[in-house]
């Protein structure tokens, strides 16, 4: 179709607003946006606050997130001149190309997907789960396909919704003509999957109601190194890279490796303690945080340059969506309105 992005690679990831961003962000997504992603390709990055809206919320809550999240990712280096940065409400599209993406997905395929089943659980225990956490995965595809991306970097656990995204622009293509480009992921090549300090075995998340073994971007360094020193590893006498049997070293050796862009087997080497260990892994993790939080610091004393760069990045966003999505409505058979 005509709507190509000149032959560059595009690029487009989101962050959702449900929680403060951790370590797992940083390392897993948002610093190869920065560093890599926003300068080898167009690059869109969004705050998904629509997908924050699938759980219980605090609406001031997730006002707050949502620019915090935003401040963050300009602290972490992405360039409003370089890349677009933007709010997912403030482009329709993403609505309006949602619903055509849960008119190709079935039923089974929302219901099969992990986060799903994860999240359904301890929602259905606090009172209900809300519809749109079964059809999130259709919004995701359609932030992802309205844009004709190619490559989607995010951690592992966003691996499985990138599938679906590229089975439904494959029905998609097949159904009604070639509309959407078929997306791939991109993963990080160590530190895919950053785990929680205190319960190694889980994912270090931003929901998690248990805030010990969860490093925040935004944490005071005091608070950073009593987070790592406590970390939970095993028994067992000596350093070793085992991610089966002995996760929690493992991942401490993921994220000193992650910070000082070592291998995490070779590092292993160097310790013959777990005291000698967690220190190096709080001192790296302190530094590489550092810059983040100083640059926040002084983004978020003025928000009102943050909403600017926000109202910039959603022109930008809507113009390359719209003629997308405007050619998937005609091709399902929706009359044109303008
Ligand atoms: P989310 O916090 O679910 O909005 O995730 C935003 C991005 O960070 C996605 O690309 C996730 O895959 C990635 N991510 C979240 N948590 C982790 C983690 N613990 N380790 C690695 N990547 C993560
Ligand atoms: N589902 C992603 C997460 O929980 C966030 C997200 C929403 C996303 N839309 C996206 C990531 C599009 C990449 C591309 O992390």
Not at 112 to 131: D, F, H, N, S, T
Not at 190 to 208: C, H, I
Not at 265 to 279: I, V
Not at 314 to 322: G, I, M, S, V, Y
Request: glycine content about 6%; some cysteine; overall charge neutral.
């Amino acid at each position: 179709m005509a709507m190509t992005t000149g032959g560059r690679t595009r690029i487009f990831s989101g962050v959702q607003p449900t929680g403060h961003l951790t370590l797992g962000n940083y390392l897993g997504a948002v610093r190869r946006w920065a560093e890599e992603d926003q300068h080898r390709a167009d690059a869109l990055f969004c705050v998904v606050n629509l997908h924050a809206l699938t759980v219980e919320h605090d609406p001031a809550r997730v006002r707050r997130l949502s620019r915090q999240a935003a401040t963050l990712l300009l602290a972490s280096g992405l360039d409003p001149e370089v890349c677009t940065v933007f709010m997912q409400s403030q482009v329709d599209e993403h609505l309006r190309l949602s619903y055509l993406m849960e008119c190709t997905a079935s039923d089974g395929e929302m219901r099969r997907m992990i986060q799903y089943k994860e999240k359904a659980a301890a929602q259905r225990a606090k009172g209900g789960v809300r519809l749109s956490l079964l059809t999130y995965p259709a919004l995701m595809a359609a932030d992802i396909l309205a844009y004709g991306t190619h490559e989607v970097p995010v951690g592992e656990d966003q691996r499985q919704h990138v599938e679906l995204t590229r089975d439904l622009a494959v029905r998609f293509n097949q159904r009604y003509g070639a509309t959407f480009v078929v997306p791939r992921t991109t993963l990080p090549a160590v530190a895919a999957r950053v785990m929680d300090l205190q319960e190694p075995t889980s994912k270090m998340g931003k929901s998690r109601a248990r805030t010990a073994g969860v490093v925040y971007l935004l944490d005071e360094p005091e608070v950073v190194r009593k987070k790592v020193l406590r970390a939970v590893t095993d028994a067992e006498p000596e350093v070793a890279y085992d991610p089966e049997q002995r996760p929690g070293v493992a991942n401490l050796l993921n994220v000193l490796a992650a910070c000082t862009g070592g291998d995490p087997r070779r590092l292993a080497e160097g310790y013959d303690s777990y005291g000698a260990l967690k220190k190096d892994v709080a001192e790296a993790v302190v530094e590489t945080l550092r810059p983040v939080r100083e640059r926040h610091a002084e983004l978020a004393a003025d928000p009102a340059s943050v909403d600017a760069v926000l109202r910039r990045g959603a022109e930008r966003a809507r113009a390359l969506a719209r003629p997308r999505v405007d050619a998937a409505f005609e091709a399902v058979g929706l009359l044109p309105a303008g």
